[in-house]
């Protein structure tokens, strides 16, 4: 079957409506996790699903689309969806933050601070930030309707009791607008102090869980703590050895196997365009004349 | 430390004087299909006071127990807590309450008790649920009813599992308490422990009740139970409350007949 | 000097011609035809076709071509090509008393009105590997008989006549579509029945054993099971009527339980129901079972705990491809939180080690 056999980003405009539909809800309630119709999609659940029908639903003609998968555009899901977009809707793509109005992203937050007028959407695999505690979804939506979120700081404080500190380290819960407990998805708690007071849309799609939620700009996000142990993102103690970045989330890559090993941005298009402006780490290739 | 829109309730009613009960039950009922659970049970909890519910097993005191904490939607008739009727209470205020001023102790601490949560964080739950963002005076509190109820504050990291039966009640009375509730509900709190136990438990628990002040509600068919802790007693057969009096009254000189065969086939141990 | 992985692309590519390449096996044997899948795969192109809820024989045979006969790649497929079709419509709901039968058998009636039909069956036969298939042969033929033209009533009807069945009761008139409405809890029967008809058939075959060994038995009978054809019919707003739009093989089970009852009513035998597409009586007696199992809170039976009673259980992990799906994910990159992990579990080492060191030093 041809790619002129579907519709325009895949989905047909029933489907998009419906989406639509349930992130207005979910921008009107920030953080509120909204059921909707996940539909099957021709990649399979837990590979991104719910962020590719969100972006199918939000993209138009116009948009340009960034796809990124544990911050970097060249990992090959992130090529994959891509590549996806390309052959469905036909939209620009870009590698560069800031060109893209519509950035689908995993387990990653890009560096450069997003501006209005962007759209960040998250692929979420299981948007239920209490079911590691409670396995039913008739009792966990109980207790988000309730408010009923004790379990969540008795999760952190046996963490503290047993290893002195907070054991979660991505998918670190948080609380917002004084609300919702919400799954940031598996980001590093690292990025966690991007997602609140944002100016750009963020988007969550869990397909297989047939759940949307989002965050409109500016929404207050907090991360949930206690005042004598505070959240304290975290990243490697180190600089990128590429681009000299001090403040950017790095990926450990192992060199050889004498325990040789470097530390890079995730985030390769961050990464790529201070190396482009000169800037340079440790082990920064020479110039090639 | 509690967030202002945690506070119970709103608008203050009157606080309950040793004038104007704290729990008042009018013709409450519950019906499974055509057979009775409990009917027409009515009377007044004041506070600081114990009343015991005793009965054989199916008399309909643990529904009775059940339908007052809101565990099972009544039938029939009214629940006035503080004046306010429960069963008209929308659930988050009615959650709010029971994990606030109100407490229930299981019979199988199992089922009052996170088994998989240290005893430390068992305790400390009902604070961090309404509020508490300290660790230190979250473990604090901890240590000291830890303390309270007996167990060695050196065994806040372990977990239940690894606590025999009367520690783990000892530990889910503790959880209960740590809020000051006003009313607490125990069902059968002593069964299925060793005598030696059961009176270490007993002693324990009449120490709180008078020093916390609190009002109790006690299911047990333990009549030596009820003597000991309860000021009132009320005596349940088919569902229906047969008789209700002072303890010493209602266990001395039993007006119903079924009563007198109760005390007699009991108290002579 | 290390150079960051690129060309994921260039990758991919060059994957997915490996694959084609080993999809087609050795050049030298002949290719496959979608036609001697679907005459002679027949009930793997069932279980694709009732699993990925579409019935088409031929594209169910192209997938289990594409998927390189793993099934539940080829019902993937078949799932991701049914979502994008146009819906013109809902038909009648299909009349399975009027089933063109080709099997029919009771474990509850030794002789019934209709007769007992064997049909096709695996049943009776010894198995043991038949080395003559592996030579060519001519095409087996089997004894013909005239075809029954007698109507053939469902079995439980006659029990139900007696006031001995509990009484069918009737849903609303449009049940709920699970691929078009999220999943929310407490489903109702006509959900579970539906989640259940396209759920996996190892998973809903497991839940069903778990029940016969005692996690949530229901002493359930088969009382009926048929397999046959029955007509599709739909109404036609411009014509005003419904019309006989095609026919669809399907696979029925009802079984009988253990009664419910009380004082005040008399016992009546309990149901179990399932129908799925295609032959798959496997999967058809084991939704039955499932299904009388998800329905104790109706029948005010106890919940004992059992994992086939627990309808968020059963409905959250009986969908194959949402279930494969997600396993397969952990496939995925995850250089982040793992990177995350390793600072955490680093720094609570470090932290464990200054603490150590302090004791040492006191």
Redesign the interface.
């Given at each position: 079957m041809s790619e002129a056999a579907?519709n325009f980003a895949?989905l047909?405009e029933a489907t998009k409506r419906m989406i639509r539909r349930a992130l207005l809800k979910g921008l009107a309630i920030p953080g509120y996790q909204v059921?909707?119709?996940?539909?099957?999609?021709?990649m399979?659940?837990?590979?991104g699903?719910g962020g590719v029908q969100v972006t199918a639903a939000c993209l138009t003609p116009e948009d340009c689309l960034k796809v990124i998968?544990?911050?970097?555009d060249?990992?090959?899901?992130?090529?994959?969806i891509r590549?996806f977009f390309e052959r469905t809707a036909g939209v620009a793509t870009t590698e560069h933050t800031a060109e893209a109005s519509v950035i689908q992203t995993?387990?990653?937050i890009p560096e450069q601070a997003l501006t209005e007028g962007q759209i960040l959407v998250y692929q979420v695999?299981i948007p239920e930030p209490l079911r590691f505690l409670e396995p039913?979804?008739?009792e966990t939506r109980r207790m988000h309707?309730?408010?009923?979120?004790?379990?969540m700081?008795?999760k952190l404080?046996?963490d503290?009791?047993?290893?002195?500190?907070i054991?979660t380290?991505?998918?670190y819960p948080v609380k917002v607008e004084g609300r919702y407990v919400m799954d940031p998805s598996?980001?590093?708690?690292?990025d966690n102090p991007k997602l609140g007071g944002n100016a750009a849309i963020q988007l969550f799609g869990a397909g297989?869980e047939?759940?949307i939620y989002a965050l409109p700009p500016y929404t207050q996000v907090v991360s949930l703590?206690?005042?004598?142990?505070p959240f304290e993102p975290?990243?490697?103690d180190h600089d990128c050895?590429l681009c000299g970045a001090a403040q950017s989330?790095?990926?450990?890559?192992i060199?050889d196997d004498r325990g040789g090993r470097?530390f890079?941005c995730?985030d390769?298009d961050f990464c790529a365009s201070r190396r482009a402006d000169g800037l340079r780490g440790r082990?920064s290739?020479e110039e090639a004349a | 430390m509690m967030g202002s829109h945690m506070t119970f309730p709103a608008e203050t009613p009157p606080l309950a004087t040793p004038e104007t009960p704290l729990l008042r039950v009018e013709g409450l009922g519950k019906f499974y299909g055509a057979r009775i659970g409990c009917a027409d049970v009515c009377f007044d909890l004041f506070p600081g006071e114990v009343l015991g519910i005793v009965g054989e097993s199916g008399s309909g005191k643990s529904t009775l127990l059940s339908c007052l904490a809101g565990f099972l939607e009544a039938d029939a008739g009214r629940v006035l807590y503080r004046g306010r009727d429960i069963r008209a209470m929308a659930e988050p205020e009615r959650r709010m309450l029971s994990r606030t001023e109100w407490a229930f102790v299981h019979q199988n601490p199992r089922d009052g008790l996170r088994m998989g949560v240290s005893a430390g964080g068992n305790v400390g739950e009902r604070l961090m649920a309404v509020g508490a963002r300290n660790y230190g005076s979250i473990r604090d509190t901890a240590t000291d009813w830890l303390g309270r109820v007996e167990i060695a504050p050196e065994r806040i990291d372990d977990r239940p599992r690894q606590f025999s039966g009367g520690m783990q009640q000892r530990l889910q009375i503790a959880r209960n308490l740590v809020t000051g509730p006003r009313l607490v509900f125990m069902d059968e709190p002593t069964g299925g422990l060793d005598v030696s136990v059961q009176a270490r438990l007993l002693d324990l628990l009449r120490g709180l009740v008078r020093d916390m002040g609190l009002s109790v509600i006690i299911v047990t068919h333990d009549l030596a139970v009820a003597r000991l802790l309860a000021d009132r007693l009320m005596v349940m057969k088919d569902g229906h409350v047969i008789e209700q009096g002072l303890t010493d009254q209602v266990l001395d000189d039993p007006q119903a007949a079924y009563t007198q065969l109760l005390v007699s086939s009991v108290l002579q141990v | 000097m290390y150079v960051a992985t690129k060309g994921g692309e260039r990758a991919i590519e060059a994957a997915h011609q490996w694959l084609a390449e080993a999809r087609r096996g050795d050049p030298a044997v002949p290719e496959l035809s979608i036609a001697q899948i679907r005459e002679q795969m027949t009930l793997a192109v069932n279980r694709v076709m009732a699993e990925g809820s579409l019935y088409d024989p031929d594209l169910a045979a192209l997938a289990i071509k594409q998927a390189r006969g793993d099934l539940i790649e080829a019902i993937f497929l078949i799932r991701a090509y049914r979502t994008t079709l146009p819906r013109f419509g809902g038909a009648l709901p299909v009349e399975t008393d009027e089933m063109a039968v080709t099997r029919r058998i009771s474990a509850t009636f030794k002789d019934v009105p209709g007769g007992q039909v064997l049909g096709p069956t695996f049943d009776y036969t010894h198995r043991l590997l038949d080395f003559a298939l592996m030579a060519d042969g001519d095409a087996p033929q089997a004894a013909r008989k005239p075809a029954e033209t007698q109507p053939v009533p469902h079995i439980l009807q006659l029990l139900d006549r007696d006031g001995l069945m509990e009484p069918l009761t009737q849903g609303e008139a449009t049940p709920p579509d699970l691929t078009r409405e999220p999943l929310e809890m407490p489903a109702d029967r006509p959900l579970r029945l539906q989640a259940l008809a396209r759920g996996d058939e190892g998973f809903v075959l497991s839940m069903a054993y778990s029940t016969q060994r005692g996690y949530g038995r229901t002493h359930a009978f088969v009382g009926e099971l048929r397999i046959g054809t029955c007509a599709v019919e739909m109404e036609i707003p411009e014509l005003g009527f419904a019309v006989e739009i095609g026919e669809i093989e399907l696979t029925e089970c009802e079984t009988v339980n253990q009664f419910t009852g009380s004082k005040t009513e008399p016992a009546q035998f309990t149901r179990g129901y399932g129908l799925v597409m295609g032959q798959s009586e496997r999967k058809a007696i084991s939704m039955s079972l499932v299904d009388r199992a998800l329905r104790w809170d109706e029948l005010g039976e106890e919940n004992t705990g059992a994992p086939a009673q627990d309808a968020e259980f059963v409905l959250y992990h009986c969908d194959n491809i949402q279930a494969t799906g997600f396993l397969e994910h952990i496939k995925l990159p995850h250089y982040v939180d793992f990177q995350s992990e390793l600072e955490l579990i680093r720094k609570l080492r470090r932290d464990a080690g200054a603490e150590t060191c302090k004791e040492a030093a006191e």
């Open positions: 579907y895949y047909d059921p909707f119709a996940s539909r099957e999609m021709p399979p659940y837990g590979w699903t998968d544990q911050g970097a060249d990992t090959t899901n992130a090529v994959s590549k995993r387990h990653r695999p039913r979804e008739s309707a309730l408010e009923e979120y004790g379990l700081h008795v404080y046996e503290i009791a047993r290893h002195g500190a054991a380290s991505y998918a598996p980001i590093p708690k690292f297989r047939q759940r703590d206690f005042e004598d142990h975290s990243k490697a050895d989330y790095l990926d450990e890559v060199t470097m890079i995730s390769t082990l290739p | - | -």
